[in-house]
């Protein structure tokens, strides 16, 4: 089992949709990513966090810490959201930067 | 365009072969990286170098060797792969090794026959 899991594996959505995708992790961490990997498999950070709450336009990442679980959220979607979102653990140590990565949400966006 | 720029994008080589992938950032980061991504598996780390000097080798077999001459810029030589190392190979670089933001490069789509 992975130590990060992800769900769902694929989401097929309808532009204008609001879209959820769930990661859980099941280490001590002191940070977790999400990211966006686009066709080609350029990959670009969207958020890092270690606790709360972050909204960067019409996205927004949450976390819980007691229940070791992320979610990030994607209001109005558009077929450009079109990608592969991973997320990824940053586990506690204080040498080295291992991050823990999911096997990542394909998203398909239609318009 | 995130800052890190890994060339070739694209490499076919022959199991003999020894060939170099390229990484550079001028962001200022302290920290590169490299990891390997295989299809329809997650993204695996594969070397940290923090300040130039290598922190972190993720029981990668020899025939990959990385080389990291300055801050900016990161190699990985490549020499006797298998058709199974096939495979994205991302770059990435970050200001610090934890707690920070990685920025990642578009990545060298390499294929070994």
């Known amino acids: 089992k992975n130590e990060v899991e992800q769900s769902p594996q694929n989401l097929t959505a309808q532009e204008g949709e609001f879209i959820t995708i769930n990661c859980s992790y099941s280490?001590?961490?002191?940070?977790l990513h999400w990211l966006q990997q686009h066709p080609g498999g350029g990959i670009v950070s969207l958020f890092m966090l270690s606790s709360g709450k972050k909204k960067h336009g019409r996205l927004i990442a949450t976390i819980n810490i007691q229940e070791k679980h992320s979610s990030l959220h994607i209001t109005a979607s558009h077929p450009r959201d079109s990608a592969v979102y991973i997320c990824?653990?940053?586990?506690?140590?204080?040498?080295?930067?291992?991050?823990?990565f999911g096997e990542g949400t394909q998203l398909t966006v239609n318009p | 365009e995130t800052g890190v720029t890994q060339t070739p994008r694209h490499l076919v080589m022959g199991m003999t072969n020894k060939k170099s992938l390229k990484c550079e950032q001028h962001l200022g980061h302290n920290a590169m990286y490299w990891y390997k991504q295989s299809a329809k598996k997650p993204l695996e780390l594969m070397f940290v170098?923090?300040?130039?000097?290598?922190?972190e080798n993720n029981s990668v077999p020899s025939r990959f060797s990385p080389e990291c001459p300055n801050s900016s810029h990161l190699f990985l030589h490549l020499h006797t792969l298998q058709p199974e190392d096939s495979a994205l190979y991302l770059c990435a670089s970050s200001k610090r090794v934890v707690n920070t933001e990685a920025f990642f490069g578009q990545g060298t789509r390499l294929t070994v026959v």
């Open positions: 170098y923090n300040f130039k000097e290598q922190t």
């Open positions: 990824a653990v940053e586990g506690v140590q204080t040498s080295g930067s291992r991050l823990t």
């Open positions: 280490v001590g961490i002191s940070a």
